[in-house]
């Protein structure tokens, strides 16, 4: 079992930043694929990042390529969503999830946060 706590949404101009924290409880964080979603309103949820164990391997959605970095340390049991160039269209809740699998599809995994809403204003 593993718990997952997003924080560090908030307000933001278009072209600014922000950096979301995915705190996680329990001891098998490590073992964990971690991932971040978006639903923005009146749409369906949608794969933002994913992120290796270790840390060393991600992969983005076509969208967010060069502006998002996913990153993680598992000795603070957190994953870090930074998020630079900020277009109106990331406007969403987004959340962080945790599995066993390397996918994008949001039902491959087991366990999810309760998500952070982020607003970019233009």
């Known amino acids: 079992q593993v718990q997952l706590v997003e924080s560090g949404g908030g307000l933001v101009q278009a072209g600014g930043s922000l950096r979301l924290s995915c705190a996680a409880s329990?001891?098998?964080?490590?073992?964990?694929?971690v991932a971040w979603f978006r639903q923005a309103p009146g749409k369906e949820r949608e794969f933002v990042a994913v992120?290796?164990?270790?840390?060393?391997?991600?992969y983005y959605t076509d969208s967010v390529k060069g502006r998002f970095t996913i990153s993680r340390d598992n000795a603070k049991n957190t994953v870090w969503l930074q998020m630079s160039s900020l277009k109106p269209e990331d406007t969403a809740v987004y959340y962080c999830?945790?599995?066993?699998?390397?996918?994008?599809?949001?039902?491959?995994?087991?366990?999810w946060g309760q998500g952070t809403q982020v607003t970019v204003s233009s």
């Open positions: 999830a945790a599995g066993t699998r390397w996918k994008v599809i949001g039902s491959d995994y087991d366990y």
């Open positions: 329990g001891r098998t964080f490590n073992t964990y694929i």
């Open positions: 992120i290796n164990r270790v840390g060393v391997n991600t």
